[in-house]
Structures are given as structure tokens and as C-alpha cells.
């Protein structure tokens, strides 16, 4: 008879419950079967805690549901938290909202991780030489509000990623009542480019992009299934699109350098030299043949013969576009990282909104967007620009008191800016932080904020589809720790330090934004009892809003549009560098949280590490295979990074995504992989001032080492892209750790 | 353990394993198996609460000499509702004692009311503790054989967890591994006939049997009664 102490003796080891699995490894499976040796079951090791008073829905094992907002990303889609015995275990959709319907991107999923994170900051800490002493949220108030009493108006920033909702307007009164004019909103990855182009091109920043309504889309460079603006909107758009309109299954060609993975879904994939997007949308406006004017005028040079010599475009593809854009309409042409990427971006995007200007799509598959009646809400939209501004000003020593509300400028600024001495300047900095990230750790003073599931709130997104709406945000469940706060009750308790007589009557902010909604009851939609009223917004964590929607200007903006011939390779950094934005790790403020680091990349399936990608041509020349670590560097600065050779990048362009190579953080961002912004030069968009991010020039070198590339796809250390890595070792006795 | 040990173990491991699941083959039974008596915060007298009425004193003013058959699902009314059974909020017993001057200073109502006045949860120690992998049902087993077999409370719950209502402090009664919940399973029962379903009435919901894939082979016992298995499938237990 074999018991579990015979087996432990057997095995050597303790054994435990725990252990059950490891004995049925170990071919015992007849005996848990067969019942004998009785000791799976634990009597009083573990602690059942009851509730003390528990409401009537409250059932152990039984789940609820509250709605809310995913604050992961600026897309705003609605999420379903399931709670059970307090705790909130898994996220869903909202199929109310129009701008997830249901749908939930991985990114969305893994704000659980964020908010259970092991390495969030937890007490307010105050800096001692290099260290941070704990210290109390009064302690932490006073200090603020001394270190202001000493400051002028002028001499206090903010900087804040995009803000919207009553937050915005608490933090607005704040920088108001403080006398204060610098507040940055400063977003990493953000479409400002776009935005100027839209302006020009169709009278609004963010018009409704119908993909669900257009037979082909030709997208230059936009990530929309990925990255781009609202993503999870717009892959259901794009079921719809590829089920067709009509019965005409929908078009996709995408027009980029790097292969993004709306590249890799499209049916028609073109290479484009890096910055001559551009010249491939006037060259195909030539190729229609049907403009007329002054659009007729501008493109008449573009002939196949020289736009296919400039952006690298074979010309029978040029002459299949324009064949599928003439025989299918409506279409629509999108301007995505082509725009943003460049110094000449605003003309590039310019003239990629020409194209739909010329196909008849402004007003069809480009629609006005929908207006939010309360101006006050709206989103203030982030940019790089304001970074540069603000790095600017803080080396000049302009500000005293820096305030840094959950963005991360050390990690994210261009190596070149030196961030994080012009921030020393200031003379006392305010870190409002999830993670002692690269800017927290430079801070004086770091305050520690709830996750988004413990905190209340509003927002409205930049892009909105069918309607406008107020996204509610509201805890899923209690705090984790007991000495984090809401962004919200910080500005509350802030603000009152200034209007102490405005704000008396609200004691923390749930009762302020509840205030201010039963004020707008009835602009809000809702009529009747308050609590009604109130408790019905929250269950539905949505509030739809009748928006009349403006009108789009009809007329192309043709003027001062000039593209510049692309220029000849450099000799000394012959290689465009392009930092890729991948659907996980976006600017990598999300990087802590494992599930981001350990679900693969898309298109490479690469986990937890960096990687540059390589044209096998390229790689070819160079001598190098996947898993040779290369040194890439730039004007700026240089990187040691792994190869992967990948098909989809132009050849003369090499990739790294951003997002990895923290140097802070925490547990899971430390220390893996590469920061790309690291090596980037500061060269900026010519008409906006945004950072152009394509515009890093590079070259790569073999350092001699190389590892097995850690990815789902392929054997590791067998044949990967023709060649055999790691020959001499077989897969389970290779020590990754010791290859690098 | 060294790797060349491991496969000559394994096999080993499974011919005795087979040698002594012949050996100690189970009989259908619920003998009885009593674990440890568990040391709890507060000495929680079952038997006064849920142990049977003394005949002599219907009033039950002794309590040396018999309970107040509260039925169990009065306190732990999570069992019928959600797979587990939960313990019952504080405010439960708070309910009924603020109301019970009579033993309102006796040491384990004031340990009761010292937790509430504090709004601390009382640390109760488990009992029947179920490896993670393992999904008993509770609410299940409570539909089935209380709502519609119509059986004592007292009797179903104690199929698993033994005479408590005799007991102070719960204790565990019987093995609960998996060889002895399947003894039960693997029974022919006779199926009870109720309702409008003329025969095979264990319909929960619209189902016909037990939920299970496939409808569980039928047979006939000694007196002619149809008989089936209960649900069988790995999955029910094991997700
Ligand atoms: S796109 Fe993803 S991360 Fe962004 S709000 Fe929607 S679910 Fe959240």
C-alpha cells in the first residue's frame, strides 16, 4: 500500500497537497483514484472569513457584475468587471457602449494586473537623499501647499497625459486657482499630426472614420486594427467591412515601412519607402485621372515612372490602386504613423486626405463627429510638442514646483532632451504615480493613486461613434492598500487648499462628481428622483448624450502642399529607424504587468524582450541571422538588441518597438529588453513641432553574440529562417540567460 | 530525484497503486473517517442550535438536554444558492443574539459581540477544505435532494458532513476524497418519479436525468424500479 508519507519518503521531498499533482506525474493517479492514504484533505489550515454584514446580493461564489471605463488606453471602451467575494477577478466588454460593443482588447484584459500589480506605490513617500520615507497624506498636503506659498503662478507646471471628464475640470480650477498657465498634456503615441492634418483637410480634428461603410480602405501607415485611436471600435468596423457592403467584401490594401498587424491582415501589403507616402498618394491621385483644377495641377508630375522610383512601388501596383479606388465606391484612405512619423508628416497627411477628397469620400466614409454638449468634458488632447516645450522651459529654470500626474517623460522623452536633469531644475517635483517609474524616482515627492478600479470618475473619449457619451468610472471593489487615493480626491483636497469656501460643501469627490451629474440631470437625459437617476448611470456606467454632429468642409486644402524628394541614404547611418508601436505595449506604460510582456507581439510572437527587425535582403548583406545581437546606433545614442528577420519592413528601414528597456518600474518592466526612445533624435514635424519619429537615421553592427529568440512561433534553436541557431546545445540545456 | 530513477519509479508506483486499489476496492459506503477536532476562535455549539428538541422539555429551557432544530439552511444560506457554502455573516448570529438577553454573558456571546462591536470578521478555521481542483457543488446537491426529493436537511447534509447537529464544533465525519464522493455516484439509484414526468424524474430545469452529457444507461433493479447512475463525468469536478 502506497500512502502520501511512503511516497514522500520515496521521492525524497516534502509533500503536500500541493504536491497532489506532482505524485500523479509520478504515476499515482490509481492511487488518489483508488482513495487509499486519505490525506488530501486539509482540516483547519485554512482561514474562512465570513462578512461581517453582508448586503443581499453579496453570495460567496456567486459573481457581480459593475460596470465601468477601461483607463488602459484613451479609447474609453466600457468594461464589465466580474466581483466576487470583493474582489474584481475579470473584465468584459460593455455591449451598451457604441465604442467597444462587448469587446475588450488584450491591453483592456490586462488592466487586472495593473490593478493587483505587487509593485505598486503604496504610502505617499517623501525624498530623503535616495530614499523615500513614508510619510502621511496631511504631511504630504502641507508640503504642497508650502512649497507653493514660495512659487508664482508662473513658476508651477503640470504635466498630465490626456485628461478629460470631471477631472479635468477639478484639475482645470486647480491650475487656475493657483494662478498658473503651464499645463502640458503630453501623450508618448499620440495622433497630433493627424489631427492638424484632419483640421486642414476636412474642417475637424477627429472626424468618424467609417471603415464598416467603404468598399476598399488604403491605409497609409494606420495601425487601426492595433494601435490606432480607438482600436477595438475599429476591428469591428472592420467585420462589418470584410463582410461587405453590398455583398462586396471589402478591400484592404496598407501602404506602410513596418508591417503592422492591420499591414498583416490587409490583402494587399506595399512596402513604401519611409517618407514617400506622400508621393505614392499624389502619384496615385495622377493615376485616377480625374482630378481636375488645381488637384489636377499639383499631381500632374507624379507620373508612375517617378513615383515608383521614389517610394520603391513597382507601377503595376500604382495602376491596380487606382484601378480598385476607381471601380469601388465609396473608399476611404486613411493617414496613420506615414503622417506622423516625418518632418514633412502635416504634408504628407495633407496629402493622403487629398485622395479623399478626389474619391468623393469626405461626408461618406468620413463623417462629421458627433459634439459633446458640455465643452468643459471634452478631452484635452496630448501631444509631443508639449513636451519639448516643457523640457525647454524647465532647463531654462522657469518652474519651481512641477507637478506629474501619471506620465512617464523620463522613460518617453528622446535621449537627446535630457529630461530628467532640465526636471531637476525644478526645485520641488510631485510625482502622482502608480510605480516608482524613471519620473517617480526623480520626484521630491511621490503620491501614490489608485488603480482605476478603486477610483471614480468620468471621461469622455476623443473619438466617439454613433453618439456622444460620458463614460463612468466607478470601483469594481475597496482599496487594496489602504493609503493610495483617487486622482480625483487629491485634487479635491488640493483645490480646497485654494477655494476652501467654493468646495466646503463636497467631502470627497464621489460626492462632488455625483453633485455635479444631478446638477446636469436633465441636459444628461435623466428625469425624476436623484437616487433613481443616479444609481441607473451607474449601473449602466454609460450615459448617452444626444450630440448634433457638424458639418465636414467639402473643399481639398491644396495649398502649400509641397513634397520633398526623398532623401539620399546617409553614408555614415544608412538605416531608418522606426520605432513600432505594438497593440500591447503602446508607450510602455502598461509594461508591469506580465501579461503584456508574456503575451506575443503579433507579427513576430517575440515574449519579454526587444528585438531590432531586419529585411532578410538587408540582414543578408550584413551578414547576420535572428538571434545575432547587434549594436544599432544612431546620432543619440546605441542599443544592444537581438535580431529577427522579417520580411515586412522596408529594407531600408530597421524596427524596434517601444515600450520595453524601463530602468524602473517594476518587477516586470526592469531590466528586459530595449528603450528605443533612448537612441532617437530629436527632429520634429515641420508645421506642428511633434516629434518626428521616423526620422532616427541609424546603423547596425554585429557584436558577435548570439542568443535563441525567445517566440512562440518556430522550434526554439531549430531551423529558423533557413539557418540553424544554436547548434551545439540541445533546447532544454541551453541557458537563455547565459546566451545573452 | 535522479532522472534515470524516474521512469523504474513511476512503474513501480502504478503496479502498487493497481495492487492496492484491488486490495482496498471500495464498498459503496459513507463510513464513517473523523478528522481532527479543529481548534476554533469561538467554540460554536452546533448541537444547541441545530441538535434535536428534548422530548421531556419541548421548551428546551436546559440546554444541557437537547437543541432547537434550527434547520441548517437558516444560518448557511449560501449552500443553496452558490456552489459553496460560505460561512454565514456575523451579522446572522448578531441578528438573533442581540435579541437573547438570557445568554447575552456567557463567554461565547460576549467573544461574539467583542468581533461585532469591532466589525471584525471572526477567523474560522476550515473544516472541509477541497483541494483547489476540486468543484463540489453545493447548490446542486441541495436542489436535488431537499427541493425536490423532498428529504430531511438535516439527512442531506449530513450525507457529507456527518451528525453535526451532535457536534460543538464542526468536525469532519467522512474521507471526502474522490474515491468515496464517486461511491456515491457510481450507485444504481432508483429514479424517482415526480411531477409530470411519468418516469426518469430527476429533471432539473428541463433536463431529463442528472446533468451529465449523455443520458446515463438504464436499468432495472430486483423490484422492477428503473435505475440509473449519477452524473459521472470528469468535468463536473473537475474544470
Ligand atoms: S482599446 Fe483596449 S486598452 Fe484601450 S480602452 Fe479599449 S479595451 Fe482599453
Known amino acids: 500500500m502506497i500512502d502520501s508519507e511512503s511516497t514522500k519518503n520515496l521521492s525524497g521531498q516534502a509533500f503536500d497537497r500541493r504536491d497532489f499533482l506532482k505524485v500523479l506525474g509520478f504515476g499515482g493517479t490509481a492511487v488518489a483514484l483508488s482513495g487509499c492514504g486519505n490525506t488530501s484533505i486539509e482540516d483547519g489550515k485554512e482561514t474562512v472569513v465570513s462578512y461581517v454584514e453582508a448586503k443581499d446580493y453579496v453570495i460567496p461564489g456567486v459573481a457581480v457584475y459593475f460596470n465601468s471605463t477601461c483607463a488602459q488606453c484613451d479609447a474609453g471602451c466600457s468594461i464589465t468587471g466580474k466581483i466576487r467575494e470583493g474582489r474584481v477577478l475579470k473584465l468584459e466588454g460593455n455591449p451598451e457602449s457604441s465604442i467597444n460593443r462587448g469587446k475588450l482588447c488584450g491591453l483592456g484584459q490586462a488592466s487586472v494586473q495593473h490593478h493587483y500589480n505587487p509593485d505598486r506605490v503604496r504610502e505617499p513617500l517623501l525624498r530623503n537623499g535616495d530614499k523615500g520615507q513614508a510619510i502621511s497624506w496631511e504631511k504630504a498636503y502641507e508640503l504642497i501647499n508650502e512649497k507653493l506659498q514660495g512659487a508664482k503662478g508662473e513658476e508651477v507646471a503640470f504635466i498630465t497625459g490626456d485628461v478629460s471628464g470631471h477631472q479635468k475640470v477639478l484639475l482645470t480650477n486647480y491650475i487656475d486657482s493657483l494662478g498658473s498657465k503651464n499645463h502640458f498634456v503630453y501623450e508618448a503615441v499620440a495622433p497630433a499630426v493627424v489631427r492638424a492634418g484632419n483640421l486642414k483637410s476636412y474642417g475637424v480634428e477627429m472626424p468618424r472614420y467609417r471603415i464598416d461603410k467603404a468598399k476598399v480602405v488604403l491605409s497609409f501607415g494606420a495601425d487601426f486594427l492595433g494601435t490606432w485611436i480607438s482600436p477595438v471600435h475599429f476591428a469591428q468596423q472592420y467585420a462589418a467591412f470584410r463582410k461587405g457592403v453590398d455583398g462586396q467584401r471589402g478591400v484592404l490594401i496598407q501602404a506602410e515601412s513596418k508591417m503592422t498587424l492591420t499591414g498583416a491582415n490587409a490583402d494587399r501589403w506595399l512596402a513604401v519607402r519611409p517618407g514617400t507616402e506622400g508621393i505614392l498618394a499624389l502619384g496615385i491621385i495622377n493615376a485616377l485621372g480625374i482630378a481636375t483644377g488645381d488637384v489636377a495641377e499639383l499631381v500632374k508630375d507624379y507620373d508612375r515612372a517617378r513615383v515608383s522610383r521614389d517610394t520603391g512601388v513597382e507601377p503595376s501596383n500604382i495602376d491596380k490602386i487606382a484601378a480598385i479606388l476607381r471601380l469601388r465606391s465609396p473608399s476611404l484612405i486613411l493617414a496613420g504613423s506615414a503622417a506622423e512619423g516625418y518632418v514633412h508628416g502635416m504634408q504628407n497627411a495633407d496629402a493622403i486626405n487629398l485622395l479623399n477628397h478626389v474619391l468623393g469620400n469626405v461626408g461618406k466614409t468620413i463623417e462629421a463627429p458627433v459634439s459633446v454638449p458640455f465643452p468643459q468634458l471634452t478631452q484635452t488632447k496630448g501631444n509631443t510638442a508639449s513636451l519639448k516645450k516643457l523640457n525647454d522651459d524647465l532647463a531654462a529654470g522657469k518652474y519651481k514646483v512641477l507637478f506629474n500626474i501619471a506620465t512617464n517623460p523620463v522613460y518617453t522623452a528622446p535621449a537627446s532632451y535630457k529630461y530628467g536633469d532640465s526636471m531637476a531644475k525644478a526645485g520641488f517635483k510631485v510625482a502622482f504615480a502608480h510605480y516608482l517609474d524613471e519620473t517617480a524616482l526623480q520626484a521630491d515627492l511621490v503620491l501614490p493613486l489608485d488603480s482605476e478600479m478603486e477610483d471614480w470618475g468620468t471621461h469622455v473619449p476623443e473619438y466617439l461613434a454613433d453618439t456622444a457619451q460620458i463614460n463612468i468610472q466607478q470601483p469594481l471593489m475597496e482599496r487594496l492598500h489602504a493609503n493610495t487615493r483617487g486622482m480625483g480626491d487629491i485634487l479635491l483636497t488640493l483645490v480646497k487648499q485654494r477655494k476652501p469656501e467654493e468646495y466646503k460643501a463636497f467631502d470627497d469627490y464621489y460626492g462632488y462628481l455625483r453633485y455635479a451629474m444631478l446638477q446636469n440631470k436633465a441636459a444628461l437625459g435623466g428625469s425624476g428622483d436623484d437616487d433613481v437617476f443616479w444609481n441607473d448611470t451607474l449601473s449602466k456606467g454609460i450615459v448617452k448624450l444626444s450630440g448634433a454632429s457638424g458639418a465636414l468642409s467639402a473643399k481639398a486644402a491644396v495649398e502649400g502642399l509641397k513634397l520633398p524628394q526623398p532623401e539620399e541614404a546617409d553614408k555614415q547611418y544608412p538605416l531608418r529607424l522606426i520605432p513600432s508601436v505594438t497593440s500591447n505595449l503602446r508607450d510602455g506604460r502598461h509594461t508591469n504587468q506580465p501579461w503584456i510582456q508574456e503575451s506575443p507581439d503579433p507579427l513576430t510572437t517575440i515574449v519579454w524582450d526587444s528585438w531590432v527587425e531586419v529585411h532578410p535582403k538587408k540582414a543578408l548583406e550584413l551578414g547576420i541571422v535572428e538571434g545575432d545581437i547587434v549594436k544599432v546606433t544612431s546620432k543619440t545614442g546605441s542599443v544592444n538588441v537581438q535580431v529577427y528577420v522579417f520580411p515586412g519592413i522596408h529594407p531600408e528601414a530597421v524596427s524596434i518597438p517601444m515600450g520595453r528597456g524601463h530602468e524602473a518600474m517594476g518587477r516586470y518592466a526592469k531590466g528586459y529588453g530595449v528603450n528605443p526612445f533612448g537612441i532617437m533624435d530629436a527632429v520634429f514635424e515641420g508645421s506642428t513641432g511633434e516629434l518626428a519619429m521616423h526620422e532616427t537615421r541609424v546603423n547596425i553592427a554585429k557584436t558577435g553574440q548570439r542568443v535563441i529568440v525567445v517566440k512562440d512561433e518556430g522550434p526554439a534553436g531549430g531551423k529558423q529562417m533557413g539557418r540553424r541557431v544554436a547548434l551545439s546545445r540541445s533546447t532544454d540545456q541551453v541557458d537563455l540567460s547565459k546566451e545573452v | ?239
Not at chain 2, 76 to 105: E, F, M, W
Not at chain 2, 147 to 169: A, D, L, N, S
Open chain 2, 1 to 239: 530525484m535522479h532522472r534515470y530513477l524516474r521512469f523504474p519509479f513511476m512503474l513501480a508506483s502504478f503496479l502498487v497503486a493497481v495492487a492496492c486499489h484491488a486490495a482496498t476496492e471500495q464498498t459503496l459506503t459513507t463510513e464513517d473517517d473523523l478528522g481532527p477536532q479543529v481548534q476554533q476562535p469561538i467554540e460554536f455549539p452546533h448541537y444547541r442550535h441545530a441538535g434535536n428538541r428534548n422530548p421531556v422539555d419541548p421548551t428546551n429551557s436546559d440546554p444541557t438536554k437537547g437543541g432547537m432544530e434550527i434547520n441548517c439552511q437558516y444560518c448557511h444560506t449560501y449552500a443553496r444558492r452558490s456552489l459553496t457554502a460560505g460561512i454565514p455573516p456575523l451579522q446572522k448570529c448578531v441578528g438573533c443574539h442581540q435579541n437573547i438577553p438570557t445568554v447575552r454573558d456567557k463567554p461565547r456571546i460576549v467573544e461574539l459581540f467583542k468581533y461585532w462591536d469591532a466589525k471584525k470578521a471572526i477567523p474560522w478555521k476550515k473544516v472541509h477544505d477541497l483541494p483547489d481542483f476540486v468543484r463540489f457543488n453545493h447548490e446542486r446537491h441541495i436542489k436535488r435532494f431537499i427541493e425536490q426529493q423532498g428529504r430531511p436537511v438535516q439527512e442531506v447534509c449530513g450525507y457529507c458532513h456527518g451528525q453535526v447537529k451532535e457536534m460543538v464544533t464542526a468536525r469532519r465525519q467522512k474521507p471526502i476524497t474522490m474515491g468515496w464522493c464517486v461511491s456515491c455516484h457510481m450507485k444504481e439509484h432508483v429514479v424517482v418519479a415526480k411531477g409530470a414526468i411519468p418516469e426518469g424524474g430527476t429533471p432539473i430545469g428541463k433536463q431529463d436525468y442528472w446533468y451529465t452529457f449523455q443520458k446515463p444507461a438504464e436499468t432495472r433493479n430486483a423490484e422492477g424500479e428503473l435505475t440509473a447512475k449519477g452524473p459521472n463525468d470528469c468535468w463536473l469536478c473537475h474544470k
